[in-house]
């Protein structure tokens, strides 16, 4: 469960005794859900206008030397957040680095069959994530681990997917946090789907609770027909749906340059709705912004098409190999741009943290990996031959032919017996 949200409960992800922190959601004084929509946002940095937004514009409340940043439109959903609250982002965040860096190690040792890293990218689904309300529902890809970790989700759980014992791990009607999609970008059209519901359901009762959805996608995925689909059905019926687009910079091994030669946040104006660019390192910008689109969407109002600009620090999935098409160079400063850094140094400064504060969230992260490890190893081996039988709801020539031809391939990896074998130890 997300530190900024465990206030009910006291307990940490892994079990471990937490203390009482105050959620996020609505204290940094916007609208409650219901209201009228938020104020424009003028003429703020990163915030489509009739010129568009140009490739260095963002909306950065906090940068990368840890100094803050006054804006008209979006610090106001800043400047009344409790410090627990902003210590909260910082716990979220280092947990989910060290919950990814032990679920690299298990991939590594065998224990998983693939893990998609979400290093660097702390920042803009902490700060996104931690604006939900509860009755929000959000449309993750494959690599939304810190919006799971808002949501409530036991982050071991993630990791039956990848393990391969089941195609989901968890029910997303207790979180409002959908399964992941594996294929790219189709949740960006169930995201609009589920939005237009909320819709219909407000209409046929006015008394229930007013809600958005975020659809998480990637710079990649961007380019995907998808994407377009959804922002076109979502823009025409007014759907409340943020759609937060996560610009790591790199999809897979093609440059974000190849894919779009404008940032991507300058496409919201064909499609009539709001758009935003911030610095997606920046977690209390990430913030305030989806803050602001999800009045905005709740307040019926339609949708809002956010860019947070971040960075893919380590390799797209464990397959995949970075050196091949990347430069050392730009990894080194992008790492001068690390989101945890920026927070702790504010923290510090405003004598909101302490060693203490820092070796304890330290201590539970580990804690964390230590539970992450032991539940993993307890869920068992994947039976591939369950795949096989479900292809189908009846049995399948086709499909028998290809599980005999797997259990032969399997067959041939069978220890030989020594005894008979020839040869033998030098």
Same mark, same amino acid.
């Given at each position: 469960?997300?530190?900024?949200?465990?206030?009910?409960?006291?307990t940490s992800?892994?079990?471990?005794?937490?203390?009482?922190?105050?959620?996020?959601g609505?204290?940094?004084?916007?609208?409650?859900?219901g209201s009228?929509?938020?104020?424009?946002?003028?003429n703020s940095?990163?915030v489509?206008r009739?010129?568009?937004?140009?490739?260095?514009?963002?909306?950065?409340l906090?940068d990368?030397?840890g100094?803050?940043?006054?804006?008209?439109?979006?610090?106001?959903?800043?400047?009344?957040?409790?410090?627990?609250?902003?210590?909260?982002?910082y716990?979220?965040m280092?947990?989910?680095?060290r919950?990814?860096?032990?679920?690299?190690?298990?991939?590594?040792?065998g224990?998983?069959?693939?893990?998609v890293?979400v290093?660097?990218?702390e920042a803009?689904?902490?700060?996104?994530?931690?604006?939900?309300n509860k009755?929000?529902?959000?449309?993750p890809t494959?690599?939304?681990?810190?919006?799971?970790?808002?949501?409530?989700?036991?982050?071991a759980?993630?990791?039956k997917l990848?393990?391969?014992v089941?195609?989901g791990?968890?029910?997303p009607?207790e979180?409002?946090?959908?399964?992941?999609?594996?294929?790219?970008a189709?949740?960006?059209l169930?995201a609009?789907?589920?939005?237009?519901?909320?819709?219909?359901?407000?209409?046929?009762d006015?008394?229930?609770?007013?809600?958005?959805v975020v659809?998480?996608?990637?710079?990649g995925?961007?380019?995907?027909?998808?994407?377009?689909?959804?922002m076109?059905?979502?823009?025409?019926y007014d759907?409340?749906?943020?759609f937060f687009?996560?610009?790591?910079?790199?999809?897979?091994?093609?440059?974000?340059?190849?894919?779009?030669?404008?940032p991507?946040?300058n496409?919201?104006?064909?499609?009539?709705?709001p758009?935003?660019?911030?610095?997606g390192?920046?977690v209390?910008?990430?913030?305030a912004?989806?803050?602001?689109?999800?009045?905005?969407?709740?307040s019926?109002?339609?949708?809002?098409?956010?860019?947070?600009?971040?960075?893919?620090?380590?390799?797209h999935t464990?397959a995949d190999?970075?050196?091949?098409y990347r430069?050392?160079?730009?990894?080194?400063?992008?790492?001068?741009?690390?989101?945890?850094?920026?927070?702790?140094?504010? +923290?510090? /400064? @405003?004598? $909101? %943290?302490?060693?203490?504060?820092? *070796?304890?969230v330290k201590n &539970?992260? #580990?804690?964390?990996?230590a539970?992450?490890?032991?539940?993993?190893?307890?869920?068992?081996?994947?039976?591939?031959?369950?795949?096989?039988?479900?292809?189908y709801?009846?049995?399948h020539p +086709?499909v /028998? @032919?290809? $599980? %005999?031809?797997?259990?032969?391939? *399997?067959?041939?990896?069978? &220890?030989? #017996?020594t005894e008979?074998?020839?040869?033998?130890a030098?």
């Amino acid at each position: 469960m997300g530190a900024a949200q465990q206030a009910d409960t006291g307990t940490s992800g892994s079990g471990a005794p937490a203390s009482p922190r105050p959620q996020a959601g609505n204290q940094a004084g916007n609208p409650p859900a219901g209201s009228q929509a938020p104020s424009s946002a003028g003429n703020s940095a990163g915030v489509l206008r009739n010129a568009g937004v140009g490739p260095d514009e963002a909306v950065q409340l906090l940068d990368e030397h840890g100094a803050t940043h006054h804006d008209a439109t979006f610090s106001p959903y800043i400047e009344k957040l409790d410090p627990d609250v902003l210590r909260g982002f910082y716990r979220d965040m280092a947990t989910v680095r060290r919950f990814d860096t032990e679920a690299t190690a298990l991939q590594r040792q065998g224990e998983l069959a693939l893990w998609v890293p979400v290093i660097g990218q702390e920042a803009a689904q902490i700060g996104s994530g931690s604006a939900m309300n509860k009755a929000d529902y959000a449309f993750p890809t494959y690599r939304e681990h810190g919006v799971a970790l808002t949501r409530g989700l036991d982050l071991a759980d993630l990791l039956k997917l990848f393990r391969g014992v089941t195609n989901g791990g968890w029910d997303p009607r207790e979180t409002n946090f959908h399964l992941y999609t594996l294929v790219l970008a189709a949740q960006t059209l169930h995201a609009v789907g589920y939005a237009m519901g909320i819709s219909r359901d407000l209409v046929a009762d006015p008394t229930t609770e007013p809600a958005a959805v975020v659809a998480y996608f990637g710079d990649g995925a961007s380019s995907e027909g998808d994407v377009h689909e959804s922002m076109v059905f979502a823009a025409s019926y007014d759907a409340p749906v943020v759609f937060f687009c996560q610009n790591n910079n790199w999809a897979i091994s093609v440059p974000f340059e190849v894919q779009s030669k404008i940032p991507l946040v300058n496409r919201a104006a064909g499609y009539g709705m709001p758009g935003i660019r911030v610095d997606g390192n920046d977690v209390l910008a990430v913030y305030a912004v989806t803050q602001w689109a999800l009045d905005h969407a709740r307040s019926g109002h339609g949708p809002v098409f956010i860019e947070a600009s971040t960075y893919r620090v380590g390799a797209h999935t464990t397959a995949d190999d970075p050196t091949k098409y990347r430069m050392n160079a730009e990894e080194e400063l992008w790492k001068t741009r690390d989101p945890l850094a920026r927070l702790e140094t504010y +923290l510090r /400064a @405003e004598n $909101l %943290a302490d060693d203490a504060f820092f *070796e304890q969230v330290k201590n &539970d992260g #580990d804690e964390l990996a230590a539970h992450v490890r032991r539940t993993t190893l307890a869920l068992g081996s994947a039976d591939i031959r369950h795949k096989f039988a479900t292809v189908y709801a009846e049995a399948h020539p +086709l499909v /028998a @032919e290809e $599980l %005999a031809w797997f259990e032969n391939y *399997e067959a041939s990896f069978a &220890d030989v #017996d020594t005894e008979n074998a020839q040869g033998g130890a030098a």
